[in-house]
């Protein structure tokens, strides 16, 4: 059984000198919060100066895999080389029209049918907010009424998502649906337990997500297993601790209610972890274990073992997002489990977002740059004797 993640050699075998010394300069300057902090707010006037470029060529570059599906194809074969599949991620956010729900979905639809027997793209996934407006999201989540204008229009949002759930069944490509934040998540579950029900009855085609910082995730989880098993269908799940924690905590606490994430860190980790157990446990639950966090991973490891779960058993899956924790993904791999890395490609204004959410993430302290900086400074160490 793997013990730990520490062989950068495996890590970072595809990086050559000069990419790794590359990611080192971009992880040295991620480690100033003050210059992310400028980054983030100055990043989409960047773009009108012109530095469209810079961004490309530095951040851009790290984190995402090119403007389009073509751009990705040179970075997804290199991943396979390694036994690591890729997700295509289509990280354009923040779009409010008709027409951009409408691109989004044939968009989605599309890399659905690219990914259709291609071993190297395992699943697809998808944001509900790339095809509904967050006012609309947010009305049907708080059970409100909607006008009639609404009505038609949340007819018009349930039709897309049906329409993407079944060209994954039909294409049999297993379908991601990620979680956002929790004032629209009641919609987006709503939404995926009735196409899981109607998709995975056979094996699990569509995946919701389950953010364990919330307090009320894991037994939410566990009642999703559990209506799921009563229509005869598969649970899938992608655990993640969850992204918007500094944004759901302020807003909670302007608006004057409970905060719906957890007290604290050790909180979030134990209830991750005990889904891991719950998931592997169950073998009606197909898990991707959406993490960078060691324990975690070698935790599912373990859990794998002690109950006599192959390595490359279909029904688990490790996922790392693309430029981070290499030296989880390529260690996993090497050892033979499922691993499957998101590929976000798109244009560089539209990726944006993305792009600030894991400067932001790769800044703290306690964050992952400490940790990437001192990997790759062990790598190219190691390479220099
Ligand atoms: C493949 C993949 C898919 C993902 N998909 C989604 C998605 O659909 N939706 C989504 O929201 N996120 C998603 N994420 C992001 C994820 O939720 C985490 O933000 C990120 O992975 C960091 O958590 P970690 O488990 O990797 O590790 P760690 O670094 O161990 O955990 C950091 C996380 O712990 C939690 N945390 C930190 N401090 C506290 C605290 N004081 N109190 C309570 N909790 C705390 C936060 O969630 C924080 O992000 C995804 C990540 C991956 C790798």
Redesign the pocket.
């Known amino acids: 059984m793997l013990n730990d993640f520490h062989d950068t050699s495996v890590a970072f075998a595809y990086k050559t000198d000069a990419d790794l010394k590359k990611s080192y300069w971009l992880f040295k300057l991620l480690s100033s919060p003050a210059l992310v902090r400028m980054g983030g707010k100055l990043a989409p006037l960047s773009i009108k100066a012109g530095l469209g470029s810079f961004i490309k060529k530095t951040i851009y570059r790290q984190f995402v895999g090119g403007e389009t599906v073509e751009d990705c194809i040179p970075v997804l074969e290199m991943l396979y080389r390694y036994r690591i599949g890729s997700i295509l991620d289509y990280s354009v956010e923040g779009k409010e029209s008709e027409d951009d729900f409408e691109r989004c979905l044939n968009e989605s639809l599309k890399n659905i049918e690219f990914a259709s027997g291609r071993e190297e793209i395992p699943f697809c996934v998808f944001k509900v907010t790339g095809l509904a407006p967050l006012s609309l999201l947010e009305k049907v989540s708080a059970g409100k009424a909607l006008n009639s204008t609404e009505s038609a229009q949340w007819s018009k949002v349930k039709s897309r998502v049906k329409a993407l759930c079944k060209k994954a069944y039909e294409c049999k490509v297993p379908l991601l649906i ?3 934040e929790s004032w629209i998540q009641q919609a987006i579950d709503d939404l995926a337990i009735e196409y899981m029900i109607e998709f995975n009855k056979e094996t699990a085609i569509i995946y919701n ?1 389950y ?1 364990l ?1 919330r307090h009320d995730r894991l037994e939410f989880f566990k009642k999703q297993n559990e209506t799921c098993k009563q229509h005869g269908a598969k649970l899938g799940a ?1 655990l ?6 500094e944004k759901e905590r302020k807003r909670a606490e302007e608006l004057g209610y409970p905060s719906p ?5 050790a ?3 134990r209830d ?1 972890n005990l889904a891991l157990e719950y998931g592997v446990q169950d073998p009606n639950v197909f898990l991707v274990a ?4 060691e324990e ?1 991973t070698l935790l599912l490891c373990r859990l794998m073992e002690q109950n006599a779960i192959p390595n490359d058993d279909k029904r688990f899956w490790f ?3 693309f430029g981070m924790s290499d030296h989880i993904s390529f260690n996993l791999a090497k050892n033979g489990y499922n691993v499957v890395k ?1 590929l976000p490609y798109g244009p560089v204004k539209d990726v944006l977002p993305y792009l600030i959410r894991r400067a932001q ?1 790769n800044t703290s302290v306690k ?2 740059t400490g940790r990437e900086l001192e990997l790759i400074i062990k790598e190219l160490k190691r390479r220099k004797k």
């Open positions: 990620d979680a956002e997500t953010q910082y992608k993640v601790r969850g992204a918007y924690m994430i957890q007290p604290d860190k909180s979030t980790d991750y959406g993490t960078h966090n975690s996922s790392q997002l998101y993430e964050g992952q």
